[in-house]
């Protein structure tokens, strides 16, 4: 399988302190997108980092990419509690052509 | 615009059932897929299209089917389900293959057979 691995599995925070979640995958990328998932709903795309691309933010979200290491870093500061969520990471290979390979996801928990 | 919509919400099915999960995206995307979400696994592509008439298999393709016969449609048929095909199952769409494009997903249909 080709799917990513997502760390830590769950994270529990206080409101206003920073929360981060690490993406590792296993082959060459053409980019990296964070989608994430409230309960019960499906998956809305939240940031796209190219793999020429090291650091993108947007808004109270920044995002890394090592490809060296084949990993990436989400980042959320100031988390709020309607910031509890999964948030997963997707990955489009380059030898895939035009499939999408998920992480396994981060459940984040922001506690108000 | 509606965004992308899933038939039905829940269903339930016996071992060897059959049974068509729908949907239907009205932003003239080219690109559509089904994904099935496994507690502890993500989400894992089950077949995808990049056009009317075109479909192709993804990681997990065994005991689905699908057709694109309208840009706007992409119906997911389970042909003989089995217990191993409980899940939730995702559909998403993006304007076209091109790299970066964004998936919209819609709310998911929740299956469980028994």
């Known amino acids: 399988s080709q799917q990513g691995e997502e760390d830590p599995q769950a994270l529990s925070i206080q409101e206003g302190e920073n929360a981060t979640m690490n993406c590792s995958y296993k082959?060459?990328?053409?980019?990296l997108q964070w989608y994430r998932q409230n309960s019960g709903r499906g998956l809305v795309h939240l940031i796209l980092?190219?793999?020429?691309?090291r650091e993108k933010h947007s808004g109270r979200l920044r995002v890394t990419l090592d490809t060296s290491k084949k990993s990436s870093s989400l980042l959320i500061t100031a988390s709020r509690a309607a910031d509890t969520a999964s948030y997963f990471c997707?990955?489009?290979?380059?030898?895939?052509?035009?499939?999408?390979?998920f992480g396994t996801g981060t459940s984040l928990t922001v506690i108000p | 615009n509606a965004g992308v919509t899933q038939t039905p919400k829940f269903q339930v099915l016996k071992t060897g059932q059959s049974m068509t999960l729908q949907c239907a995206q009205d932003?003239?995307?080219?690109?559509m897929s089904w994904y099935r979400q496994d507690p502890g696994m993500g989400l894992r592509l089950i077949h995808y299209?990049?056009?009317?008439?075109?479909?192709d298999q993804g990681e997990v393709p065994n005991g689905y089917n699908v057709s694109r016969s309208t840009t706007e449609d992409f119906p997911l048929r389970l042909l003989s389900a089995a217990p191993s095909q409980t899940s939730v199952y995702f559909c998403?769409?993006?304007?076209?293959?091109?790299?970066?494009?964004?998936?919209?997903f819609g709310p998911g249909t929740r299956l469980l057979v028994l």
């Open positions: 998403a769409s993006s304007y076209s293959l091109g790299t970066g494009e964004t998936q919209y």
């Open positions: 082959t060459s990328i053409n980019n």
């Open positions: 980092i190219r793999s020429n691309e």
């Open positions: 997707a990955t489009e290979p380059t030898n895939t052509g035009n499939q999408f390979y």
């Open positions: 932003m003239n995307h080219e690109y």
């Open positions: 299209s990049v056009g009317a008439g075109i479909t």
